[in-house]
């Protein structure tokens, strides 16, 4: 006769063939909500997923493989999110900068890991294409529209000025993020990392539309 199953024992989850990667990919990401890229660990993923270590093995060599994947994954996400953004632009010219800095503010730590030193070492192709893919979007914006919104000729081409209006638009959003992210903007007040203010900034670079007055800021850093 089999003995029942003792209810300190954790059953073995069936996984399909690569469907323990995607579910390592989402519990990864999961675990960025509440943790720095540094505090991951493969053998706390393997236990969440009550599968073990020498089966996450084998879908990741190491954690860098992980890291990999979690940041190849968030410019995907990230990238689908500006495209949703991009739809919005006829109404509201700075749709896709703030699209950008609603992601950073989301994930914060999934944006540094995407945006950080690891990432810029890192030689994973999966990674490459898909940051590359995410700089699209920026071009997308860039090519469609030069100075001053003026439609070009030829919408398709990627010339050096679409070039340095894509980088222009990226520095900004980009920095806008981190300082936002790093509470550099205090001297605001309580709306440093409010979405007004970024739309305000946006505004006087000449990517969005009017906002809301923000009153003034302080003048103390300190307050």
Same mark, same amino acid.
């Given at each position: @006769? *089999? $003995?029942?199953?003792?209810?300190?024992?954790?059953?073995? !989850?069936?996984?399909? %063939?690569?469907? /323990?990667?995607?579910?390592?990919?989402?519990?990864?990401?999961?675990? /960025?909500?509440?943790?720095?890229?540094?505090?991951?660990? /493969? !053998?706390?993923?393997?236990?969440?997923?009550?599968?073990?270590?020498?089966?996450?093995?084998?879908?990741?060599?190491?954690?860098?493989?992980?890291?990999?994947?979690?940041?190849?994954?968030?410019? &995907?996400?990230?990238?689908?999110?500006?495209?949703?953004?991009?739809?919005?632009?006829?109404?509201?010219?700075?749709?896709?900068?703030? =699209?950008?800095?609603?992601?950073?503010?989301?994930?914060?730590?999934?944006?540094?890991?995407?945006?950080?030193?690891?990432? +810029?070492?890192?030689?994973?192709?999966?990674?490459?294409?898909?940051?590359?893919?995410?700089?699209?979007?920026?071009?997308?914006? $860039? &090519?469609?529209?030069?100075?001053? =919104?003026?439609?070009?000729?030829?919408?398709?081409?990627?010339?050096?000025?679409?070039?340095? +209006?894509?980088?222009? +638009?990226?520095?900004? *959003?980009? =920095?806008? $993020? %981190?300082?936002? /992210?790093?509470?550099?903007?205090?001297?605001?007040?309580?709306?440093?990392? $409010?979405?007004?203010?970024?739309?305000?900034?946006?505004?006087?670079?000449? @990517? =969005?539309?009017?906002?809301?007055?923000?009153?003034?800021?302080?003048?103390?850093?300190?307050?």
């Amino acid at each position: @006769m *089999v $003995s029942p199953p003792s209810p300190h024992t954790k059953p073995d !989850r069936a996984y399909h %063939h690569g469907d /323990l990667r995607n579910a390592l990919i989402d519990a990864g990401l999961t675990a /960025l909500e509440a943790q720095d890229a540094s505090e991951l660990s /493969l !053998r706390a993923l393997a236990r969440e997923l009550g599968v073990s270590a020498n089966a996450v093995y084998r879908h990741f060599a190491d954690k860098e493989a992980l890291l990999s994947a979690l940041a190849a994954e968030g410019f &995907r996400r990230f990238a689908r999110e500006q495209r949703e953004a991009r739809a919005q632009l006829d109404t509201d010219p700075a749709a896709t900068g703030l =699209g950008y800095i609603r992601f950073a503010q989301r994930h914060p730590a999934l944006f540094r890991l995407m945006f950080g030193r690891f990432t +810029r070492a890192c030689d994973n192709a999966e990674l490459q294409e898909a940051a590359l893919a995410a700089f699209g979007q920026l071009l997308e914006d $860039s &090519r469609a529209s030069g100075p001053a =919104g003026q439609a070009q000729p030829n919408p398709g081409a990627i010339d050096e000025a679409t070039m340095l +209006r894509a980088i222009a +638009r990226w520095s900004l *959003v980009h =920095g806008l $993020s %981190h300082l936002m /992210l790093e509470g550099q903007l205090s001297f605001f007040g309580p709306g440093a990392a $409010s979405e007004q203010l970024a739309q305000a900034v946006l505004m006087a670079s000449g @990517m =969005g539309s009017a906002p809301q007055p923000l009153g003034k800021p302080s003048t103390n850093a300190s307050s």
